[in-house]
């Protein structure tokens, strides 16, 4: 991941192995690509294959961006026909577009694995689907409830070492883009988020028995106080300190 201000810095003519998933956050950029020039304003997503040569400039005044660069595998999850094909490097999707600089944001302050493991593919899987030229693969996943208890059991066992979503679908014969189909079907949220709900649910139990929230985080899988602080926000609307006092006679 990447994030990136410049002024009057412009790239010379490179390529990379990997896919450049860029969404412009400030201002504007112009990309000399195929031949034409795309200029990239506030919102919009390009996307530039791997081996392309390309350039980058800012079109005008200052210009600043969040960039993925996936391998082509992460965007092949949910599709047909291996690597895909965007005919229009430049994409006008607001949901989509939102969503990736969000997961970005909130990956670059928190890099829960896990947390990475589930929105990221899942995103890249949507602009694959949404606008290569690849056909989408079913939605259907066989026996969605019974993968989806089995990977929340897993993830309850093994609370502060979760295992990596590509492992926990390689034991289950499934693709990463499957068993996240099959758990958000069921459960109603991704792994990730139900596995931070249940961290904060054992988490309450030993605050209501007097536990300091930053002993009480590394007991639960947090990766650190501010971590488990920012999903008892998300869940509870207050702070671990704040619960605990609360609860204390």
Same mark, same amino acid.
């Given at each position: 991941m990447l994030t990136a201000r410049f002024d009057r810095h412009r790239y010379a003519p490179h390529t990379h192995e990997e896919f450049s998933v860029g969404i412009c956050v400030l201002g504007a950029s112009c990309i000399d690509y195929r031949g034409g020039a795309l200029t990239v304003g506030e919102g919009s997503i390009v996307v530039l294959a791997p081996g392309e040569v390309h350039t980058g400039e800012s079109a005008y005044g200052t210009y600043a961006y969040r960039a993925l660069y996936p391998a082509p595998t992460l965007l092949t999850d949910g599709i047909l026909g291996g690597t895909p094909h965007f005919r229009e490097p430049l994409l006008d999707d607001p %949901?989509? #577009? #939102? #969503?990736? =600089?969000?997961? +970005? &944001?909130?990956?670059? !302050?928190?890099?829960?694995?896990?947390?990475?493991? *589930? =929105? %990221?593919?899942?995103?890249? !899987?949507?602009?694959? =689907? =949404? +606008?290569? !030229? #690849?056909?989408? &693969? *079913?939605? !259907?996943?066989p026996g969605a409830g019974t993968i989806a208890l089995a990977v929340r059991d897993r993830l309850a066992d093994e609370l502060q070492a979760p295992p990596s979503l590509a492992d926990l679908a390689a034991d289950l014969g499934l693709s990463r883009y499957q068993l996240l189909r099959a758990f958000r079907t069921t459960m109603g949220m991704p792994p990730y988020a139900w596995l931070a709900q249940y961290r904060v649910s054992r988490a309450r139990a030993l605050l209501e028995l007097g536990g300091r929230p930053a002993e009480v985080a590394g007991q639960v899988g947090f990766a650190d106080q501010a971590h488990m602080t920012r999903w008892f926000g998300r869940v509870l609307g207050v702070t671990p300190a704040a619960y605990r006092t609360g609860v204390r006679p």
């Open positions: %949901v989509l #577009a #939102a #969503a990736l =600089r969000i997961a +970005h &944001t909130e990956l670059s !302050t928190y890099p829960d694995p896990l947390e990475a493991e *589930s =929105r %990221v593919p899942w995103l890249l !899987t949507a602009l694959a =689907r =949404r +606008h290569s !030229t #690849a056909r989408p &693969t *079913s939605d !259907t996943v």
